[in-house]
């Protein structure tokens, strides 16, 4: 029998630990974050009688030691875990592995499926690594392309990513246990993008009309959104923004209420928003 530890939050991480226990396998301890949602790792955890802790493994190495050491796992599965994997504590596993939003190397680091929207990419993807002391620079596993529709928001890019990730990892599992070749990554190809937060969702109406419709759609609810301001300082949450053939009178960025539409125009056609919320100053 496979013996796992399991370092995992959100539905991403859920979706695989019950992938792993429908599958019968033993997942001996589970490394979260608190969420204690329906669905989330630590209330799977509960239910299913698995032990798991909220500790971050770099503050209390002593404490994932004597996990590991105890639990001697086969493997070490990280699903959209938040901490960082110390080398002392994922090299003591026979695999480590992780699955990352993106085919790497391209999109390493955060949020890659919003990134890859903002940037236009006709395609995302999903890949299972190695785990190294770099974070995502290990070997590749296997990896699943993802098409990204043209009005696709992230939120539901990463609700395809939630039915990818599962079969994913237990694929790439079978596949390191039959000692099939790995892919070296190769460090030439390699892009990397950085955390978002919401004051990152700043829209500039300079750019051009798709540019804008990818920052918006790649940003909407649920997440925090594009946002402008109006002429009277009140702030505009963007959800969705579209080309018009509308003609209007007014300036670059200029957010104007038309029998109760809002338009405005960028730098290359006038743009009329479909889905919003103005929050008063």
Known sequence: MKRIIFC?????????????????????????HKELKNDSVDTFAKEKSIEFSYFDMRKEPEFASDVIGKVQPDFLLSINYRYIIP???????????????????????????????????EYSGITCHLIEELVDTGDIIEQKKIIIDKNE????????????????????????????????QNPEDASYYGKRIPEMGYIDFYRDALEIKNFVRAQAFPYPGAYFYLIDGRKIIINRIIETGFQFDGSIGQIKLIDGKPFTKCKNSNLEILDYKIYEV
């Open 8 to 32: 995992g939050f959100g539905k991403l991480g859920s979706e695989c630990l019950k992938a792993l226990h429908k599958s019968n396998l033993s997942v001996e301890f589970v490394f979260t």
């Open 87 to 121: 080398v002392a504590i994922f090299s003591k596993a026979k695999y480590a592995i992780n699955i990352h939003g993106s085919l790497l190397p391209k999109y390493r680091g955060r949020t890659p499926h919003v990134w890859s929207i903002i940037n236009g990419e």
């Open 153 to 184: 928001t992230g939120f539901m890019l990463l609700q395809k990513f939630e039915h990818a990730y599962p079969e994913l990892l237990l694929s790439s599992m079978s596949h390191l246990e039959n000692k099939e070749n790995l892919i070296k």
